[in-house]
């Protein structure tokens, strides 16, 4: 596609619900990347994607946080067991390549409440 | 590891002014790249340097690299208020992985 699309834009959850966040890259990226944002600060790494292959999830902040990406385009980032400090914006970000010239491009973000 | 500090936090400007947003690194840069984020949505390329002393231009906007590759500034000639937003520089981490940090952000207001 033309850009980074994702979904829902918007998703109140209920404290304990799990929720599934989809990340679709522009066409021919291979890195992948998922930041969370919370009011007010910039955005922190999540996990990062080479392809298909899962090379970075240090930022994951738990083990309720799971990302796949199991064809190398599409993305999902999953959280289990939603908490309050969960609420956040969470953006996706593709680039063509691993390599420190190549810009990133964010997604619109999937702006999630957990209540 | 490395971080990016971005100053100042806020910015309320008359339209027509000039501003100057900051981001230093606590390490050597290898790019340093402006995004605009507006309330709600997500981030806007501007703009990437990668060589000391590297400027650029776009419209009204320009950005700088320093020599050192530790510090940039963002310069926004006669403001308007569409350029209203977070104003975020983000940098690949020369520590750990391949990933790209970021600063907290700059929100300028600009009164017309």
């Known amino acids: 596609g033309a850009g980074v699309s994702q979904s829902p834009r918007y998703k109140v959850a209920k404290r304990g619900q799990d929720v599934a966040l989809r990340c679709d890259p522009i066409?021919?990226?291979?890195?992948l990347f998922w930041y969370q944002q919370a009011l007010g600060q910039g955005p922190e790494f999540l996990t990062y994607?080479?392809?298909?292959?899962?090379?970075?999830k240090s930022g994951l902040p738990s083990d309720r946080f799971f990302a796949e990406r199991p064809e190398g385009s599409v993305s999902t980032l999953k959280i289990q067991r939603t908490q309050q400090e969960d609420s956040a914006v969470y953006l996706c970000?593709?680039?063509?390549?691993?390599?420190?010239?190549?810009?990133?491009?964010f997604g619109e973000g999937s702006w999630l409440t957990v209540v | 590891s490395q971080e990016l500090e971005q100053s100042p936090q806020s910015l309320i400007v008359q339209e027509g002014k000039n501003l100057t947003i900051n981001c230093t690194s606590s390490?050597?840069?290898?790019?340093l790249y402006w995004y605009k984020q507006k309330y709600g949505e997500g981030l806007i390329f501007l703009m990437m340097?990668?060589?000391?002393?590297e400027e650029k231009s776009h419209e009204k906007i320009t950005a700088k690299l320093d020599e050192k590759k530790q510090q940039s500034s963002l310069h926004i000639t006669a403001s308007q208020p569409s350029h209203a937003g977070i104003y975020l520089c983000?940098?690949?981490?020369?520590?750990?992985?391949?990933?790209?940090?970021f600063g907290t952000g700059t929100r300028l207001k600009v009164l017309a």
């Open positions: 970000a593709s680039s063509l390549e691993r390599r420190r010239g190549n810009t990133i491009y």
């Open positions: 340097l990668q060589k000391g002393g």
């Open positions: 994607f080479q392809n298909e292959a899962q090379l970075d």
């Open positions: 066409s021919g990226h291979v890195s």
């Open positions: 983000g940098a690949v981490s020369t520590s750990g992985t391949y990933k790209y940090i």
């Open positions: 390490k050597t840069l290898y790019g």
